[in-house]
């Protein structure tokens, strides 16, 4: 009975010494005790271990620990949002956003696990999770410990941005994609009395989801109206600009492109990239990124507003788009560039053409495999990070330091592909405009199948 | 009775397989519209079909055997009613002469980048030219038997 009671003063002094300790937010951030207990306490609500800045910097190259950017997509890429005084994020952190938590998609389970696999975010690392509102670290952090990650610090990355010795990176051409914030700050601002125009991309005429709420200001822009049938090229020089000239388009205007589906403003972005207009921004995430933001949805149809003149020699940047010719010598040049397929596997080993209006099957010889479009998107249809994008290349034997010229069905996924390449800050890429679909329909083209 | 009902039966088939298949080809007019795919499907086809089946040689000749084919039953037609013959063969020529002249007018008329699914609806018009001149050249030839022309009569 005696040595019954003296185990239980025991057990009950250890006890409150874990309880004590665990309790302390100031918990030094090498004390990996039960985190799940740490970090919800009574009432519920999550109390995560605070990082300092002098400890994240020790742990930046520790293999050990993870830092994760939980802020939108736009931040980490390098816009300054939320206050934080210089955009883009910590030297070698991740992303995992708490908006692709907020995403209803279908299979986002499984999608937010290939996440975390890819990203190497599991349960044996010490996590370190930014932001600069203080909610999505919450967010990331719950879902983070429904995975078992349990070592979970919580940092303020204002603090970080204020220290101009602090390293942090931003993609050199981060504007080109813009976030929903931008956007609204242009319309609010009308641009510091700059020509601007915002359009809503999609194919065929306004279409129900334009006139069930659009961007204010907006007007719908018929990819019909920059590429003809049934190649799916590109619309000649001429008629291109006749194309910008009915919508009120000048080389200097700044154009804010989105869709429901971007794809279709990538498509048309690259294409007045081609023809000389300066300042083309594609929004980030489309318009859900908008709606998601809170920001005013109108119904009202807008209609075009004509120019004059494009003020420039349509194209202005004529290697930003290359045809068959162009294709065959890049593919004659093994060692200086690549011809990119953005397609799908089963495409690209000629298993499907992938289309109804395309008969032939495989892919130009020698071309390479630079995957499909979904694999450089995020799950709420933001840019993936550019260091899974370019590990994705390297697997295929592209570099960046080569010419590379994207190519897929019709022009549309490589061109996503090659706006993103852009704001990597990749200089010497092109769109193969006729893709697959110009290549197979003559026969004297070479085509490989296989693997 | 029994014979009256298959000639009903016959009849409204051959009219509802030519409704099923201009309406199937009315709605992919539409739906070419309002799906990119279904677009970009029906110009693929479009180019194919003017460089192959329908080249403007081609077009010229489906023109004049429209032409001829309207002729003849245009002359059957008038030669039933001025002889007071076969009052199907006056009707189902009559029938013909009107279809086969709409057929002409959809190719002299309509503009090839007019429709969506041109050369859609090109080939549902020769479908139903084709089986208006083959009930008629039927007809002609089945008429002389006596039985079948009574059953056919009643219907």
Redesign the interface.
């Given at each position: 009975m005696c040595k019954l009671s003296k185990l239980m003063v025991c057990v009950l002094i250890i006890t409150g010494l874990t309880l004590f300790t665990g309790c302390s937010s100031d918990t030094p951030v090498d004390n990996n005790t039960d985190a799940t207990t740490d970090q919800v306490n009574k009432e519920g609500t999550m109390e995560l271990q605070v990082i300092s800045t002098e400890e994240l910097q020790e742990k930046l190259e520790d293999d050990d620990w993870v830092i994760v950017d939980t802020r939108i997509n736009d931040a980490y890429n390098g816009w300054a949002l939320e206050g934080v005084t210089r955009g883009g994020h910590i030297k070698s952190a991740i992303d995992f956003s708490a908006n692709w938590l907020r995403t209803e998609v279908e299979d986002r389970d499984n999608l937010l696990q290939e996440a975390l696999k890819t990203k190497g975010i599991t349960a044996d690392k010490n996590v370190v999770l930014y932001d600069a509102n203080g909610e999505d670290i919450k967010i990331v952090a719950e879902y983070f410990m429904q995975q078992g990650i349990e070592n979970i610090y919580s940092y303020d990355i204002k603090e970080w941005a204020m220290n101009e010795e602090l390293p942090m990176e931003s993609y050199p051409n981060h504007h080109i994609l813009v976030p929903a914030s931008w956007v609204n700050e242009l319309i609010e601002t009308e641009n510091n009395g700059r020509p601007y125009k915002i359009f809503e991309v999609s194919w065929g005429e306004v279409s129900e989801a334009y006139l069930n709420g659009h961007i204010p200001g907006s007007v719908h822009i018929n990819t019909d109206d920059v590429e003809e049938g049934p190649i799916w090229n590109r619309l000649s020089d001429a008629e291109l600009e006749e194309f910008a000239k009915n919508y009120g388009i000048t080389f200097d205007t700044t154009v804010v492109l989105y869709g429901n589906d971007s794809t279709a403003a990538f498509r048309v972005a690259t294409i007045l990239k081609y023809m000389g207009a300066e300042d083309v921004r594609v929004l980030n995430g489309g318009f859900a990124a908008w709606e998601n933001g809170g920001y005013e949805i109108e119904t009202e149809e807008r209609e075009k507003q004509p120019v004059e003149a494009f003020g420039a020699t349509v194209p202005v940047n004529k290697n930003y788009i290359v045809d068959l010719p162009e294709a065959k010598e890049i593919l004659a040049d093994q060692e200086g560039s690549r011809l990119v397929d953005i397609r799908g596997w089963e495409e690209h080993i000629g298993a499907t053409s992938g289309y109804s209006y395309i008969e032939g099957k495989g892919r130009p010889a020698g071309a390479v495999w630079g995957h499909d479009l979904d694999d450089y998107r995020n799950i709420d249809n933001t840019m993936k990070n550019a260091i899974e994008i370019k590990d994705m290349w390297r697997e295929w034997g592209i570099v960046q330091d080569q010419s590379l010229s994207f190519f897929c069905g019709t022009g549309w996924r490589a061109a996503e592909v090659l706006i993103y390449a852009e704001v990597m800050g990749l200089e010497d890429v092109s769109l193969f405009d006729g893709g697959w679909n110009e290549w197979q329909s003559d026969s004297s083209n070479p085509v490989e199948l296989g693997e | 009775m029994k014979k009256n009902l298959t000639g009903i039966v016959i009849n409204t088939l051959f009219w509802l397989v030519q409704i099923v298949i201009l309406v199937g080809v009315i709605a992919l007019e539409d739906v070419a519209?309002?799906k990119?795919?279904v677009?970009?499907?029906v110009?693929?086809?479009?180019?194919v079909y003017e460089s192959t089946y329908f080249t403007p040689d081609l077009m010229r000749l489906y023109t004049w055997i429209l032409v001829l084919l309207g002729i003849f039953a245009l002359l059957l037609s008038v030669y039933n009613i001025v002889k007071g013959k076969n009052k199907i063969i006056k009707r189902w020529s009559m029938t013909t002469v009107a279809i086969n002249l709409g057929g002409l007018l959809y190719i002299i008329m309509v503009d090839s980048q007019a429709l969506r699914a041109y050369h859609y609806f090109l080939i549902v018009t020769f479908i139903i030219v084709g089986l208006h001149h083959t009930r008629l050249l039927i007809g002609i030839i089945t008429f002389d038997n006596s039985k079948m022309k009574k059953e056919l009569l009643r219907v």
């Open positions: - | 519209g309002k990119m795919g677009l970009r499907h110009t693929y086809k479009k180019s």
